[in-house]
């Protein structure tokens, strides 16, 4: 029987409950995927009262497919590609580059309109808790990793509501703890555990992170 959560608050809520060992941890920063993981990541780091922000990723999605992963970017030119998607269907590099290129225009204009003057967190030495609502192919995650990593963080720790068992073994090698309320295979879509899974507009983004700034710590640190 397949687990559903009303919304991404909720399976948020329910997120912070496992990791609640992270509460009021000095070192310790949410880093939400936008958009759809932003409003998961607000709980949870509203729950553990620790920093929340964002870590900007981009799929790369097959042209005329954009819905299937072929890969994803991140900051700093990182790119982590699907190679089972590639391979599967043939795509050129060409194909891969001009799609990169639409997606970094994209994932700079998301800078511009999430961050507006707030400065970019430094992931050096601290526990990051990245946080997306839901995985289905990993590329846009591992996407995430890779950029967060190269910034040498103390430790990574992956918290989605729902994934592949597959899919979360196999990040299990890449961080230090992988958290997940619900897993199964097959996994057909993220959608599916979900009973309202509409879109996070921009305007959502911007104002659950200016929420974020503003809240009061509840314990001294």
Request: with cysteine; proline share 6%; charged share 25%.
């Amino acid at each position: 029987m397949i687990r559903r959560f009303r919304n991404r608050t909720e399976a948020g809520q329910e997120l912070a409950k496992k990791l609640s060992a992270y509460t009021n941890q000095p070192d310790v920063i949410v880093l939400a995927l936008p958009r759809g993981g932003v409003p998961v990541a607000f709980e949870v780091a509203k729950a553990l009262n620790v920093p929340l922000d964002l870590c900007l990723v981009r799929k790369l999605g097959v042209p005329r497919q954009e819905e299937l992963a072929m890969g994803a970017i991140g900051r700093g030119g990182v790119m982590v590609l699907n190679q089972e998607v590639v391979q599967g269907l043939g795509l050129s590099e060409d194909t891969i580059n001009a799609v990169a290129v639409r997606e970094r225009q994209e994932l700079a204009r998301r800078d511009r309109v999430y961050r507006a003057n707030r400065p970019i967190p430094d992931p050096y030495n601290r526990t990051i808790i990245l946080i997306d609502d839901g995985i289905a192919t990993g590329s846009t995650l591992r996407a995430a990793i890779a950029t967060l990593q190269a910034q040498e963080p103390k430790a990574i720790v992956v918290a989605v509501p729902v994934a592949p068992l597959s899919t979360c073994n196999k990040l299990q090698e890449d961080v230090a703890e992988v958290v997940c309320l619900a897993t199964a295979e097959p996994f057909y879509a993220i959608g599916q555990w979900y009973d309202d899974f509409s879109q996070t507009p921009d305007e959502e983004v911007c104002h659950l992170l200016q929420r974020s700034t503003q809240r009061p710590a509840t314990q001294s640190r």
